[in-house]
């Protein structure tokens, strides 16, 4: 059983940064894709950014492109997501997933986490 857990949310001012890690079990951690979503209350789970396996390409909604920044170590079994300039609408509950392939869609994601609650306060 796979088990993602994810860390580093919290309340931080519009415009300030944060950075959130996700950390998995297993040693096939580097065969996988990793993603990161987000779900605002009353609001679908959307997509956020993802990487391959090897994390040569990375994706990013345009909503997050220039500002965010998805990385993973994979001698540590860590996905990142360093999150600058954020802004009120991005409070939401942050996930990491992990896939077969750096999708958008939740359903190409197999296991994810129990999510971080990043607040954005403007």
């Known amino acids: 059983q796979v088990q993602l857990v994810e860390s580093g949310g919290g309340l931080v001012q519009a415009g300030g940064s944060l950075r959130l890690s996700c950390a998995a079990s297993g040693r096939t951690f580097s065969r996988y894709s990793m993603g990161w979503f987000r779900q605002a209350p009353g609001k679908e789970r959307e997509f956020v950014a993802a990487?391959?396996?090897?994390?040569?390409?990375?994706y990013y909604a345009d909503s997050v492109k220039g500002r965010f920044t998805i990385s993973r170590d994979n001698d540590k079994n860590t996905v990142y997501l360093q999150m600058n300039s954020l802004k009120p609408e991005e409070t939401a509950v942050y996930y990491c997933g992990r896939g077969r392939v750096p999708a958008k869609y939740v359903d190409e994601y197999e296991y994810w986490g129990q999510g971080t609650q990043v607040t954005v306060s403007s």
């Open positions: 990487t391959t396996c090897s994390g040569g390409r990375l």
